[in-house]
Every structure is written in C-alpha cells, then in structure tokens.
C-alpha cells in the first residue's frame, strides 16, 4: 500500500524550531521528487520546500529561506524539513507530496502521492 505519513509538528513558541519528517512505503521515495506543502484554513496552499529526485537539488519559498532545510534519508526512505527560527506565520497543515518529475511541477501541483499532513502552529 502506497503511503506518505507525515510526524513531528506541534505546538511551538516564536523563535523556536521543529523537525517534519514525510515517511514513505509501499514506493522508492529516492526515485521521486518530494515537496513541502502548508495549507491554512482560506487560504490558498503554498508550496514550502522541495527536493529533487535526481540530484537532490533543493527549492524554498522565499519565506523560509535561510530557515527551513529540506533533506532526505534513503535509507530510511524519509523526508526532513527542519524548522528553525519559527514565525507566526508559518503556522499550517504541513503536508508532503511525491511526484515523479521536476520540484518546478511538483511545487505548483503535479505530484502522484500526498499524505494527510501534520498541523504545526506557532504562538505564544
């Protein structure tokens, strides 16, 4: 069975950090390009973080620039975003996606697989 679960968000103070992880079975996460994904309530989802499946090149809104890192263990068939210096809004549903193509297609929508996501929310 195809799956993506996403773990690791939660209840965090301004400033602080957290590490996402998108564990993957029933596929070779390594053959796909992984995308990053954060959905609020009335508003349009963004495309956070990408990793691509060839060369592992890394893509970031400019939002998270300098603050997340996106990374991969194939070994353990896992995806990381590491969250450092949270800011209110990056509060979201934090997501991750699987596509068998460029981090370009798979950050505005073309992937083949999605998890259910994990809510992180950033508050004092």
């Known amino acids: 069975q195809v799956q993506l679960v996403e773990s690791g968000g939660g209840l965090v103070e301004p400033g602080g950090s957290l590490r996402l992880s998108c564990a993957a079975s029933?596929?070779?996460?390594?053959?796909?390009?992984i995308g990053w994904f954060r959905q609020v309530p009335g508003q349009e989802r963004e495309g956070v973080s990408c990793?691509?499946?060839?060369?592992?090149?890394?893509y970031y809104i400019g939002s998270v620039k300098g603050r997340f890192t996106i990374s991969r263990d194939n070994a353990k068939n896992t995806v990381y975003l590491q969250m450092k210096n949270l800011e209110p809004d990056d509060t979201g549903l934090y997501y991750c996606?699987?596509?068998?193509?460029?981090?370009?297609?798979?950050?505005?929508?073309?992937?083949?697989?999605r998890g259910q996501g994990t809510q992180v929310t950033v508050s004092s």
């Open positions: 996606v699987a596509g068998q193509t460029s981090c370009g297609r798979v950050i505005i929508g073309r992937h083949d697989y």
């Open positions: 990793i691509s499946s060839n060369d592992g090149n890394t």
């Open positions: 029933g596929f070779t996460l390594e053959d796909y390009s």
